[in-house]
């Protein structure tokens, strides 16, 4: 059974995916010289998303951002300081 579900729209139409526990779900997109991923998972029955900035079809290079997830109160957060600060100054 789904636990993921993904949507992703082109130039052929949509398409959905799904994604358990044990999988997760992972998106790639790419322009020639920019692009990014996106990955979501299941660590340990918390669900985490990770983001990925990267240099697109033209070079291997990337950079990952700290895993997100919802604590117990529902409060975006993550294990690095950093991305907490980030997150508690509700911009999104």
Not at 2 to 7: D, Q
Not at 38 to 47: A, H, L, M
Not at 57 to 75: A, E, K, M, V
């Amino acid at each position: 059974m789904a636990h993921f579900y993904g949507t992703l729209v082109g130039s052929s139409g949509e398409i959905t995916r799904c994604g358990t526990r044990n999988s997760g779900l992972l998106a790639k997109v790419s322009g020639w010289s920019i692009g990014g991923v996106v990955s979501i998972n299941n660590n340990r029955d918390t669900d985490t998303v990770e983001f990925s900035v990267t240099e697109g079809s033209n070079n291997s290079r990337y950079f990952t951002l700290p895993q997100i997830y919802l604590d117990s109160s529902g409060t975006w957060t993550s294990d690095n300081p950093l991305m907490r600060q980030l997150l508690s100054n509700e911009h999104y």
